[in-house]
């Protein structure tokens, strides 16, 4: 398969962040393996993941707590469509069943389609489409705090496509793209119809190499979102400057700073603007162990208080490689979240334990223990959850 280089990474990333996004309760398989096909290759996998919630709905009093068997199976084929093309096709579904609350079962399912055409060995055109059918949990999004209040999940789904034009090698790279997004929810309507948006985004990257294993770099993003219904239309600018950098084996990150302003349409809502960041990095002070630590903040839109979501983010992590099959890492994070033209303030915390024995190289065992919690100047959406399980991946 000719996915190399920059581009095969490009598409690479584009695939984890589904995965990471969409499968939080299984884990995937071990090595990965393949079936070999005429001028492709076929990527299957399965996650299996059986859970304790003890508190599924996110509430502070009368918590019901459930069982959950999710299964995550997943398909993807990338194939040579010529001597500088290359083409992908994946498909992932996750499908929970919920022991003792069978309104909340679901059945989420992302396809994605994408391709990439080097000319040249700078030039790379790249271009996505994807479909998302997806659900809000009771107890998140609109019905959080009031999860009741409904007798089923919030599900929606999502067209979504993007254009990127990348010019460079390595560090050294100008980069432009697009991205559409619909999204629609598709029951539950006395509330979700004030969801449904679309957003058409531009960007522009810049990467200079200043030194061997050092890049500066400037991203400019331009957004525009309009709702069907809902008087929320604004449009956001975004500017970051940043570095990024590899100074040993041991330690490599990327730093980000800068300003963001959302502007909203309509002129009896209060405009927002202020810092915005972006940090992330990884330091491995020992080839089997290492600490990840992030933070952000960022303005996100609204899930039915207020007009826009002012969110902070910083989390920190350890993996560690006990022996060559046994792995352990450790997870905090904690988030605070403010609610434009609303009194509502957040702050969200968690704690995770997870560990992994990889039986054969085809073959991962897995058990996690997890913990959260809510705490809201917002009466009755203060809540506490703790979730215990165990997990297999399988890469057939």
């Not at 002129?267 to 992030?294: C, H, I, M, R, T």
């Not at 490689?321 to 009194?343: E, F, Q």
């Amino acid at each position: 398969m000719a996915l190399q280089g920059k581009n095969r990474d490009w598409m690479a990333a584009v695939v984890l962040s589904s995965l990471v996004a969409g499968q939080a309760h299984a884990i995937k398989g071990g090595e990965p393996s393949s079936v070999i096909l005429d001028g492709g290759v076929f990527y299957p996998s399965i996650g299996i993941a059986l859970t304790h919630d003890d508190n599924i709905f996110r509430t502070a009093t009368n918590k019901k707590s459930s069982t959950l068997l999710v299964l995550t199976p997943t398909a993807r084929l990338e194939y040579d469509a010529g001597e500088a093309t290359q083409v992908a096709f994946e498909v992932d579904m996750e499908r929970g069943v919920y022991f003792s609350s069978s309104d909340d079962n679901y059945l989420d399912v992302d396809l994605v389609g994408e391709a990439a055409y080097l000319p040249t060995e700078r030039l790379t055109l790249y271009g996505r489409l994807g479909y998302k059918r997806g659900h809000e949990a009771r107890g998140t999004g609109t019905s959080a705090g009031n999860p009741l209040t409904i007798t089923e999940p919030d599900r929606f789904h999502l067209w979504s496509g993007e254009a990127r034009v990348s010019y460079g090698i390595g560090e050294q790279k100008l980069e432009f793209g697009y991205v559409h997004e619909n999204r629609k929810y598709d029951n539950n309507r006395a509330n979700t119809v004030f969801q449904d948006r679309k957003s058409d985004a531009v960007s522009a990257g810049l990467s200079m190499k200043v030194a061997p294993n050092t890049a500066m770099t400037l991203d400019l993003d331009l957004q525009k979102i309009n709702y069907d219904v809902a008087a929320l239309d604004s449009t956001e600018l975004r500017g970051l400057v940043g570095v990024r950098w590899e100074a040993t084996y041991q330690t490599a990150g990327f730093a980000k700073v800068g300003w963001q302003k959302k502007n909203m349409s309509s002129a009896a809502l209060n405009d927002a603007s202020g810092a915005s960041w972006e940090l992330g990095v990884d330091w491995k002070p020992l080839s089997y162990s290492s600490f990840q630590l992030s933070t952000s903040r960022d303005f996100g839109e609204s899930d039915g208080v207020g007009s826009y979501q002012d969110t902070r983010n910083l989390g920190l992590a350890w993996s560690h490689d006990w022996t060559d099959v046994l792995g352990t890492r450790l997870s905090l994070d904690t988030s605070s979240i403010k609610y434009g033209g609303n009194t509502r303030k957040d702050k969200n915390r968690s704690w995770g334990v997870n560990v992994e024995y990889r039986a054969r190289p085809w073959l991962l065992l897995g058990a996690s223990l997890s913990h959260s919690r809510r705490d809201s100047n917002t009466a009755g959406l203060d809540y506490k959850d703790n979730q215990i399980g165990v997990q297999i991946g399988i890469n057939m």
